[in-house]
Structures are given as C-alpha cells and as structure tokens.
C-alpha cells in the first residue's frame, strides 16, 4: 500500500513565504495581499505614465471609439463622444478616487473591500471582479490570438488562407485558434514578472503599439487622400442624443470598471501622490487620442474597401495585406503593424486582469492561490468564456461592455461612499487581516448588510434595462427602463453611493471613529510602541510581530 505523505503534498501546494517573513499564510492573509513594504514599493510618477500609456493606448481604446461608427454615429459624434468620456477626466477622477487607498495604505481592493462589505462579506465584490475580469481576459486573449495570427499570415501568406476546420456558427476560424495558442505560450512566461518589476515592459509596449497607430492613421489619410467620406455625413441611424449617452457610458462601462481597482497597483506607489498626475492626464489623453485615431482610420478605410466599415484594427491589418496581394511592401507594414497589437494585447492582459484577478483569487484561498497561480486559473477560465462570440459584432460587443457596468459600477459608488465619506480614509490596518470579531470590521457573522442593500439600490434600476437590451426588446414599456441602462456607471455609482452615505449616517458601522491614526504601513516587526498595534494571530499565528505604522496629522 503506498504511503502518502500529505502533509509533505501540502507544504508544496502552499505558495512561498518570503525569507524572514512578518506574516504567515492564513484565511486572510499571504505575501501578495499584506501592505505592500518600502522595499516593494518601486513605481514612480513615470512608471505610472508607463502604466496608464498601456490601459488608454489599446486596441479596446481603438476599437470602442470605432466601433460607435459600426452602431450608428457619424465620425463627428462618435468623436465627441469620446471626449466627453474619456477627455472630460472622469475616468481620470475616478482612478484617482478608487487608487487612493492603494497610495495611502498600500492595500489592493481584495482586502480594502472587507471594511465595506465584512471580512466574509468581502467574497461577494471579490468573486464579481473575478468573472468581469475573466470575460475581458478572454476578449483581450481572443484579440492577441487574432494579431498573432495576422503576424504570422505576413510572414507565411498561405496561413492567413487556411482551411477552416471549425463550423461557421462557432465564429471562431482554425487560424485564430492556432494564433491564440500561440499568443497565450507567450502571455504565461509575463505573469512570471512582479508587478514592482513591469515598468519597462509596459514601456515597451506603448512605444510599439503607437508606432502602429501612427503607421495607420499616416497610411489610411494618405491613401484616401483625407479623412474620408464618412465625416461629410450628418445623419446617423439613431436618436441621437441617446446613442451618444450609450456611447459614453460604454467607455465609462470598460475604463471605469477598471479603476475600481486602482489601488492594486498604486500601492506600489513610492511616495504619494506618484501615480495621481498621470491618472488626471496620462488616462484621458492616451485614450482620446488613441480612439479618435481609431475613428479617422476606420472612416477613411471605408472609402478603401468599397464602403465596409473595418472597426477592428485587426481586421483592418489583415484586409490591407489582401488589398495589396500580399506584397513584400505590404507584408512587411502588416508584420511591424502587428508586432505592436500583439504586444498591447500581452501587457493590458497584465495590466487590467492578471495581476488584479490573481490577488482577488489569492483573496478566496490565500493559502494556496498567489497572484501567480490566480493568473494562471484566470487564463483558464477566459478560453473557456468562448469570447469569439461575445465580439462576434459590434453592436453585441458594445452591450458586453455596458453590462460590465451594471455590476461594477454599484461596487465603485459603495467603495467611495465607504472610503472617502464615510471612514474620512482612516482605516484600521490590523483588523482587515483578522477573522473573527475582534476586528471592526467583522460586523455580524464577517458580514456588513449596509454595503448589500447599497450595492442593490445602485444595481436594480439597471436589471430591467439590461434584460431588454440583451433579448432585443423594443417594447414601449421597456422605453425607459432602457434610457437608465444606457446611463449604467453614471447611475450605478450615484444611486450606490447615495444609499451607502444615507444607509451608514442612520446606522452607522460598529467601530466608526477607531481607526486612526493608523495610516501608512512602514513595515513590520517585533514588540510594540506608540501607536504600533499588535497583529493578530489570525495573521502570523502567534501574536508576537506587530504592524508598525507611522502617527500622521488627522
């Protein structure tokens, strides 16, 4: 009879604890979801430029001002569109609001959002950012698979005319798995990198991917002789008024859900205030200008290509090839073209989902799951989202994005509310580490009903809405219902943050008013003094370490 050793088998599963560590592996706690230390603390105001070049310089940027073409508005409004939602600093605003946490305390959504919902409460927001997350992986590996298989049909002409082997209904062609495949052989090694590490990289990337953009603004202009066709039109095929709000609240539904989790990367801020600049400038600006972009290109190839509209630059990359009869002229454009998509599409993955979706995973079984091995079951569950469908068109994918918003939006408003309003940002650092009712913020069994009731008064009024866009209903009754969901994040956030503020002034949280001056974390160790506070053993397991915190002005 074979003899296992489990306890041998568990010791491996577990994931490492760093040399001379203050903490321990628990329910609650592991390296990736403590205070982030001096030591890790490495991005600095240029490094956050890096990061927001990134998440605004992309192809879901380019493809979502573009995409307001394919859904009915013409290039001037689809343009101002744009602007006001990206330009007019709201995602800006919110970056800096959400990431503020991450600056102050250097802790990631995972764990801030135990004050607002309950040490146990918390698995709620977590597991709803974990599927959000997975699906924009999904689409974003889908996209990278594309690029790649765009790359490689530069290189060898007869790929790009492969025989598909898979059925029509499926929307998914042999060649885009084959270049998925691939693309993801080159996704896994990234999440090998830490994230205090990935300042380079990202810089890399933006520089590739806007030598691409700027390559097919200059060729579109210049091949078309102007901008095109398209932005002489006047009339669009909807109300206007509304489809430019849905527009908006697209944008708003895809960057804003985003910075719901800010703080998983300002954290890592080296002094405050480091990533708040280019959160205000860096994020509007590289995503207006990268849309706007997007929206030339697509009207100015349509005069190109007998009048499609190529909303994808994918798309487009691939076209161009076959417009000029794959010539060494044009292999050659297509090829350095698609070495930036595919390359935007490896750092957003990292940017928006893996290292957020592996800590929020990290969050449900610290013991066992790390920002790594999170990565890894995140990459897992995106295939198998089968994303080819949800962007099988634009009008599809536009409903994708704002549906994203019904559920996020309602976490951004109680988060806020919570933080800001509520706490006055002060929050009691040791006892979001602890699960039991010690800490303030176990609340009634680890739970906060306050943060579920708000979260549902922002979430509700959109449902209906929801339904009836995704299902195609045009039913007058449903008229209005509709009109609301088109203002998704704008409602969501401002009806949950107002029942969060009203719900929490009639029945304030147990513990309001304790949680100064603990503010920033400077490190960890033994023995306590001042207004060092003990860390409890739910934490380390014995008692003896303490979190040390500096007394700030409150």
């Not at 930036?340 to 079984?365: E, F, K, P, R």
């Not at 969501?492 to 304790?514: D, H, K, Q, V």
Request: charged letters at 10%; hydrophobic letters at 45%.
């Amino acid at each position: 009879m074979v003899n296992v050793n489990w306890k041998k088998i568990n010791k491996k599963l577990t994931v490492p604890i760093d040399e001379d560590s203050y903490y321990e592996n628990t329910a609650w706690c592991n390296r990736d979801l403590i205070p982030i230390p001096p030591e890790r603390r490495t991005w600095g105001v240029w490094g956050y430029f890096g990061y927001w070049t990134v998440s605004g310089s992309c192809i879901s940027a380019w493809t979502t001002g573009s995409t307001l073409l394919a859904f009915g508005l013409n290039p001037r409004q689809a343009i101002g569109c744009v602007i006001k939602a990206a330009g007019g600093i709201i995602t800006g605003l919110l970056a800096v609001a959400c990431g503020w946490m991450g600056e102050k305390h250097h802790i990631g959504f995972t764990v801030a959002s135990r004050f607002s919902w309950g040490m146990r409460g918390s698995y709620f927001p977590v597991i709803i950012r974990i599927f959000v997350a997975c699906m924009w992986f999904g689409m974003q590996s889908y996209w990278g698979g594309q690029a790649t298989r765009v790359l490689i049909g530069a290189i060898i002409p007869g790929f790009a005319h492969m025989k598909n082997f898979f059925s029509e209904s499926s929307h998914l062609l042999t060649k885009d798995f084959i270049g998925m495949v691939i693309w993801y052989a080159a996704f896994i090694p990234l999440v090998l990198i830490p994230p205090e590490h990935l300042q380079i990289p990202f810089a890399i990337s933006f520089v590739l991917f806007a030598a691409s953009c700027f390559g097919l603004l200059i060729w579109a202009i210049v091949s078309a002789g102007g901008a095109g066709l398209m932005f002489q039109q006047t009339e669009t095929t909807i109300e206007v008024g509304w489809g430019v709000m849905y527009g908006i609240t697209a944008i708003l539904g895809a960057w804003g859900s985003g910075t719901l989790g800010q703080s998983d990367w300002t954290r890592y801020a080296n002094r405050r205030l480091a990533p708040t600049l280019s959160q205000l400038v860096a994020a509007p600006v590289t995503i207006t200008v990268t849309a706007i972009i997007g929206i030339i290109v697509t009207s100015a190839s349509k005069d190109l290509f007998g009048g499609e509209v190529v909303w994808n630059p994918i798309y487009l990359l691939a076209d161009i090839q076959e417009k000029y009869h794959s010539s060494p002229r044009a292999r050659a454009g297509v090829f350095f073209a698609s070495i930036g998509t595919v390359s935007t599409q490896l750092a957003i993955s990292v940017v928006l989902n893996s290292v957020s979706t592996g800590m929020d995973m990290a969050g449900l079984c610290p013991k066992y799951i790390n920002i790594k091995r999170g990565s890894y079951i995140m990459a897992i569950i995106g295939i198998c989202t089968q994303p080819w469908q949800l962007l099988a068109t634009a009008d599809k994918f536009l409903s994708v994005l704002s549906g994203f918003g019904v559920f996020m939006a309602p976490l951004t408003g109680v988060m806020l509310a919570d933080y800001h309003l509520i706490r006055r940002q002060k929050l009691k650092l040791k006892d979001l580490y602890t699960g039991n009712s010690s800490s303030i913020y176990w609340y009634s069994h680890g739970l906060n009903w306050r943060g579920a009731v708000a979260f549902t008064a922002g979430m509700w009024p959109l449902l209906p809405g929801l339904a009836a866009s995704v299902n195609n209903v045009t039913s007058p009754s449903f008229a209005g219902w509709v009109k609301l969901y088109n203002l998704t994040f704008i409602v969501g956030i401002a009806m949950s943050f107002t029942a969060m503020t009203i719900i929490c002034y009639i029945s304030p949280p147990p513990g309001l008013g304790r949680e100064g001056p603990f503010v920033e974390v400077e490190g960890f160790e033994a023995g306590t003094s001042g207004n060092t506070t003990s860390a409890p053993s739910s934490m380390h397991g014995g008692g003896e370490k303490a979190i040390k915190t500096m007394e700030v002005q409150v």
